[in-house]
T-cell receptor, first 109, second 115 residues
Framework: DAKTTQPTSMDCAEGRAANLPCNHS???????VYWYRQIHSQGPQYIIH???NNETNEMASLIITEDRKSSTLILPHATLRDTAVYYC??????????FGTGTRLKVLA | DAGVIQSPRHEVTEMGQEVTLRCKPI?????LFWYRQTMMRGLELLIY????????DSGMPEDRFSAKMPNASFSTLKIQPSEPRDSAVYFC?????????????FGSGTQLSVL
């Protein structure tokens, strides 16, 4: 199963775009990239997923490089409520979802 | 839909006692996952089920931990006997296999404190 690498922490000014990178250089075949976030002590929440093309929904945009070895989650206008830990996961064939340490995003007022 | 429901929300117990955590997955979901989260180890996958059958329990710490899924709408995670190092937040999650991409839906978690 492909592993992911994310920066430990990032800061972003409120109202600005937050760009969270993720490396998944060992991704293969039809493995999807998923993003989840965990706000404070709540359960992780699904944000978005993609395979090859860029994706956008009401929460965020996902940009996947052409070689699929990395991706970026974009929160277009970050708010204080977006302060959370963001996890990038490659969907395993076995359904054995392993969460790494994620990126702790702090949105600053 | 009410989402994934976990109970209790908080559990405080003494070392050596039996602890049972409960989970009701989203109706129609055929995968159920148990995770444990601590500051030191992050979010760890303990075990997951497909159609009520345990598929991978390699993340279960030791024999003191056991999980069951007697039917599609209910699962338990039991710790017997409990130890202080079991103190953590335990999350249950469920998903539906639609053959393409599926999402994990998490419950609110059970905060376990073993004194």
């Amino acid at each position: 199963d492909a592993k992911t690498t994310q920066p430990t922490s990032m800061d972003c000014a409120e109202g600005r775009a937050a760009n969270l990178p993720c490396n998944h250089s060992t991704i293969s075949g039809n493995e999807y990239v998923y993003w989840y976030r965990q706000i404070h002590s709540q359960g992780p929440q699904y944000i978005i997923h993609g395979l090859k093309n860029n994706e956008t929904n009401e929460m965020a945009s996902l940009i996947i490089t052409e070689d699929r070895k990395s991706s970026t989650l974009i929160l277009p206008h970050a708010t204080l409520r977006d302060t959370a830990v963001y996890y990038c996961i490659v969907r395993p064939r076995t359904y054995k979802y392993i969460f790494g340490t994620g990126t702790r995003l702090k949105v600053l007022a | 839909d009410a989402g994934v429901i976990q109970s209790p929300r908080h559990e405080v117990t003494e070392m050596g006692q039996e602890v049972t955590l409960r989970c009701k997955p989203i109706s129609g979901h055929d995968y159920l996952f148990w995770y444990r989260q601590t500051m030191m180890r992050g979010l760890e996958l303990l075990i997951y089920f497909n159609n009520n059958v345990p598929i991978d329990d390699s993340g279960m710490p030791e024999d003191r931990f056991s999980a069951k899924m007697p039917n599609a709408s209910f699962s338990t995670l039991k710790i017997q006997p409990s130890e202080p190092r079991d103190s953590a937040v335990y999350f249950c999650a469920s998903s539906a296999d639609r053959g393409v991409a599926e999402k994990l839906f998490f419950g609110s978690g059970t905060q376990l404190s073993v004194l």
